[in-house]
């Protein structure tokens, strides 16, 4: 199996992808291509004296910054790193890509490089959320602001197909995101959607709410993009502040240090359990290949734990089986 | 000054209310009317063995529960409390109106009795949420599900009102609540509000992100009731989560708890930052007279609380500037 990253894209490009590269093709048995200025590349690569054949060097010239217009950069940067790894998945030069730079570029570039499933109206960014049960599966995150009824009932059957494959989880729970829990209640895009989800081949456990995100009442929460995007930055940002807080009230004093080394521990295992590294990336799904977003402020951790979502992503089949239910 | 209380309304009636209420009328100096059964609310009142005559009771025979359709309750239950207690707020038996009872009901007495403002198109549900620099509006917090951009407007300008007279901040500013920072994302909804509140009589900042909520970037945060209801339950969810954690955390064993001696001081102020009981209740906007909802869950601090808000919604002239600034 062969994944290509993105060695340009993220805030530690290209030192997290290619340290975490350098890892995984010893621990996971998978070849990369790195997609970047060679000579970069190389020189990042030398330090840590790799010697092997499982990576190798696609040149890039370019780069798509986090501040161009996605769409139009994917279309006139045609040597740009994001563009170049799209075109080699597409061409069979590798199994799935991942990439840590602008989002909507990756989005671009699988959507109008890679291309759709044939049946999927609109490809979905799904991510994983950590909750109170476990990670669950927020889709669609951000990809598309405006959606109909169908798509979130096919973000519904993506999720389900991926969160049980990818994650193992029997039976995965689906809940309609709305502002109340009974049928009826909801916008006019949910109202519609609830009927079409409790038809789709899913486990439909009905609305849910903003509570339930971190609760995981459900295994795959689906909503639209716009709604995604607000519930992703609000629990990003909620994170944020309460652990900047914590922080705060353990370093005022003696005392408080001291009573800080006594449940360092506890506090770490939980801020691990939150922490989005943990997780990987979050899948594009809807696209003919593997296609994952990394977090852009990922570390070289993050990009190891992204790169093992990749080869699950390739090796349980969740493109086949999202071909064999979307039609 | 008259304060109208549901009494009858919130899973503390009614011990919480008439705790509060009898709190309330000597520290603030207001008259309060308490609504609900007469038998039920003397019985309560005789605890606290008070004789004054600042604190009456209206009767009312029936209660709407939190498991009514709200605006059918509201029609042919006539002698509900909150049915009762609007009919006297609009006819000037009282200043202002507090329930900590259906939300639903509360939203169509305070439509359907006391009335909207003239020129106000929707009245809107605001909630007070914490964050990083101190309590912030959320407009619509969930009374309006699906709204038009003029909507998002008007909350705007009644959140900001609002937030001057009644939190005494100077030219509060107002987001829009979006799924980007820049002028041109959004969704349609978004898209269309923005170039109307540039050109309204906000201090308006632009979009701002799910992470803007706790960071507190905005003083009054717009959106539709949908989108409001979900970044309120999603942060209520969060907030409840992890201070279960925490707490866990702590009262693992002797140590933890050892630990948590010398934190403990500063975790409560914080954890009071965060409570929402310090707030006060969410003021219904844009009625012709003040009407305030108190969180269900409402201990008798809570509605001591909501009913100082009330006092100050009154005395601050919320609703005039609001007729003044609403065409």
């Known amino acids: 199996m062969k994944i290509i990253i993105d060695a340009m894209g993220g805030d530690n490009a290209p030192s997290a992808p290619v340290e975490a590269a350098v890892k995984a093709v010893k621990e996971f048995g998978v070849d990369i291509v790195l997609v970047g200025d060679t000579d970069i590349v190389r020189k990042e690569l030398s330090k840590y004296g790799y010697q092997g054949n499982e990576i190798t060097i696609a040149h890039a010239d370019d780069v798509i910054s986090n501040h161009e217009e996605p769409a139009k950069a994917v279309r006139s940067k045609k040597t740009a790193s994001v563009v170049v790894a799209a075109n080699m998945l597409k061409n069979g030069e590798g199994d799935a890509m991942l990439s840590m730079g602008n989002t909507g570029a990756l989005l671009a570039s699988g959507l109008l490089i890679v291309g759709r499933i044939k049946g999927v109206l609109r490809p979905a960014l799904a991510t994983l959320l950590p909750s109170a049960k476990g990670p669950k599966m927020l889709i669609d995150a951000g990809a598309n602001t405006n959606c109909k009824a169908e798509n979130l009932v096919q973000f519904g059957i993506m999720g389900s197909i991926y969160m049980k494959n990818v994650l193992n989880i029997v039976n995965p729970t689906v809940g309609l995101m709305s502002n109340g829990e009974e049928e009826g209640k909801g916008d006019d895009l949910t109202k519609e959607t609830f009927p079409l989800l409790k038809e789709a081949p899913v486990n439909f456990i009905g609305n849910i709410e903003g509570r339930d995100v971190m609760e995981g009442t459900?295994?795959?929460?689906?909503?639209?993009?716009?709604?995604?995007?607000?519930?992703?930055?609000?629990?990003?940002?909620?994170?944020?502040?309460?652990?900047?807080?914590?922080?705060?009230?353990?370093?005022?004093g003696l005392l408080t240090k001291i009573g800080a080394l006594f449940v360092m521990k506890g506090l770490d295992d939980f801020k691990q359990t939150m922490d989005y590294r943990e997780y990987g990336g979050a899948p594009l799904l809807g696209t003919k290949k593997p296609v994952i977003k990394g977090h852009g402020s990922s570390d070289s951790k993050a990009v190891f734990s992204a790169i093992y979502q990749a080869k699950k992503f390739v090796e349980t089949n969740v493109i086949d089986e999202i071909v064999n239910n979307i039609n």
């Open 218 to 252: 459900a295994d795959v929460i689906t909503c639209d993009g716009f709604v995604g995007n607000v519930i992703l930055k609000t629990v990003e940002g909620m994170g944020h502040v309460v652990s900047q807080k914590v922080k705060d009230i353990f370093m005022k």
